[in-house]
């Protein structure tokens, strides 16, 4: 394993510390969510992304869009992390006086691009946001990252076509696709499966990888970028609770809150102090 | 009734804009002839971003174009906006408070193009007066429309300018000047009544006012062009001087001006108030002003509206 790969996933383990943590605190949250987003946000955030954490508006950095806006805890243990807030903040998620609302809010976070959590509205929104830098000229790239289950709401594929017909070469979509939603396994709610023949036949350049393995992530990352033409889709398999054992399987860590003996359960599986 | 086309004054208005403004986007869904932009898009094809039949991801796509820094205008009806693509106008412009104008055409029922009830919006403001932080333009022709444009341009935020079939009638002979959020006092011969309106059914309120001080009733024509935010100041001085009041809008009953001016008195100055509006039905496709008849927003209507709040006033 290179060197940057083991930071990668020991910043990995250490966000999904925060993140059983800061649900408990909160005493309310998306668990399982957002455990399986973690190495995606860590690897676009850590590995790939041009952001200035000192200047969080800079009109040229990349945008992330978490189009997923439940798996905020995953996001805003990054972004502290990279020192866009301290850490001293995230104890306080939904609590009235903190900056960290339950669904993420761009004008109440730094580092956070877009106000989401309203299912399937992301690829949407960085269809604008990828074609605002065509018009000014701006080389970003915007990134969404979205769940499998939100990709029944109609918009997404409205927003597919839209990205497709404007060749937007720098509009990159991972699918952060667990299997589950809220009501239980996505392929006992809806039709969506298979999914990768509906991203081809919407003419996105696609790519299926191991969502959890930084070495595929990163690596499609890169060849997504290299599409010029089309924009890019990465279907990354995830697994809901990643990490913390006892939420795998189990669909109740949808939204639920460990207990103090399960958040030391989950700290102890997540590695606990080393 | 001279005429005026309230849709070409927007495309107007935003090729003047954009012609100096590198930051102006048109949005459409497919709405591209509806507010005959073609002048438009030929000249500015790079800031013009056509979804297809899509608004909800019209509305997002301006919300993402917006939190770069541009200035987008979507447009197309007025319902398919407030209505199929309210939880985006809601979620991701007006909470961010991004920077997005919205135009809606087909406003009211007179307005549909005699195309019935899909293509009539008599909810669009009462819908988008319930969602905080949006400015919410209706005017009264196509100069008006033209001024309303460039103000919300340069306003920080969201916006909503109510426009209207294309066969619009002109009410103002002359450019009037135009004040965001304040209301315009166009007639004030005297206090037994106070006419609130806004949008293409003023002429109708000033027709009835004529009539009105033919039989001897003086009253105040008051344009609300601006529904939100809503110059209370003003209205509250209007009132206290004649007592009485009577809203005439091309809107439901319900949500619209007669509401808002409702709350206004209850809350600042009880006075009677008798509301001009469609009465919570569907209405029928028709030629707009045998519908406005039809639909009890005719001239009579408003005189007695006018009479009735009087007789109101009198007996308190």
Known sequence: ?274 | MKQENTRIAVTETLMELASKDPEIVLVCSDSLLVIKAKPYVDKYPQRFIDVGIAEQNAVCCAAGLASCGLIPFVATYAGFITMRACEQVRTFVAYPGLNVKMIGANGGIAAGEREGVTHQFFEDLGILRTIPGITIVVPADAGQVREAVKAVAYTAGPAYIRIGSGRDPVVFEKPLRFELGKVRILREQGTDVALFANGFILPRVLAAAEELSLQGIQATVVEVHTLKPLDVETITEVLSKTGAAVTAEDHNIIGGLGSALAEVIAEHRPVPLVRVGLRDIYPRSGRPEKLLDYYNMGVSDIVAAARKAIQKKAKR
């Open chain 1, 1 to 274: 394993m290179s060197d940057r790969i083991k930071e990668l996933t020991e910043t990995a383990r250490l966000v999904r510390q925060d993140v059983v943590r800061m649900i408990h605190l909160a005493g309310d949250g998306h668990p399982g969510p957002s455990l399986s987003v973690v190495d995606i946000l860590t690897a676009l955030y850590f590995g790939t992304m041009r952001i200035d954490p000192k200047n969080p508006k800079w009109p040229e950095r990349d945008r992330c869009i978490l189009s997923k806006g439940h798996a905020c805890p995953a996001l805003y243990a990054i972004l502290a992390r990279l020192g866009f807030f301290s850490l001293d903040e995230l104890p306080g998620l939904r609590s009235l006086e903190s900056m960290l609302q339950g669904h993420p809010d761009m004008n109440k976070t730094p580092g956070i691009d877009t106000t989401s959590g309203s299912l399937g509205n992301g690829i949407s929104i960085g269809l604008g946001m990828a074609l605002a830098g065509r018009i000014k000229n701006r080389k970003y790239y915007t990134y969404v990252i979205t769940g499998d289950g939100e990709l029944e709401e109609g918009v997404v594929w409205e927003a597919m076509m839209a990205a497709k017909h404007y060749r937007l070469g720098r509009l990159i979509t991972i699918i952060d696709n667990n299997e589950m939603q809220s009501g239980g396994p996505v392929d006992k709610i809806s039709g969506l499966y298979p999914l990768l023949p509906k991203l081809q036949a919407f003419g996105w350049h696609c790519q299926e990888i191991d969502g959890h393995s930084f070495v595929e992530i990163l690596d499609s990352i890169k060849q997504a970028q290299a599409e010029e033409e089309r924009p890019s889709v990465i279907l990354a398999h995830t697994v809901k609770g990643q990490g913390v054992p006892f939420m795998i399987g189990d669909n109740s860590w949808h939204k639920r809150v460990p207990t103090e003996g399960e958040l030391k359960e989950a700290i102890r599986a997540l590695g606990g102090d080393r």
